[in-house]
């Protein structure tokens, strides 16, 4: 599986909702399954599957699944 791969399943987790559903332009305010709660799922998702902690800033500017990949990128993940 690939980072990408990786990344969607992490949303797809999180958000519970089909991976094939997930896409760079899916943003917290347009999909009702990413609450504040989600978020955190995400998050926590996010640092394990990528082995990563990410900063406070990072996870409130975590707008959209293109900025989350943006973000791990700053960590060193490559897509």
Do not use: C, G
Not at 30 to 47: F, I, K, N, T
Request: hydrophobic share 50%; charged share 25%.
């Amino acid at each position: 599986m690939n980072n990408t791969e990786k990344l969607h399943a992490a949303f797809a987790q999180s958000l519970q909702i089909d991976a094939n559903l997930i896409t760079d332009e899916m943003a917290y305010n347009q999909q009702p399954e990413w609450d504040s709660v989600a978020h955190m799922a995400l998050v926590a998702e996010l640092e394990s599957v990528f082995d990563i902690m990410l900063d406070t800033d990072d996870i409130l500017a975590m707008s959209s699944v293109a900025k989350a990949r943006e973000i791990l990128q700053k960590y060193d993940v490559a897509f």
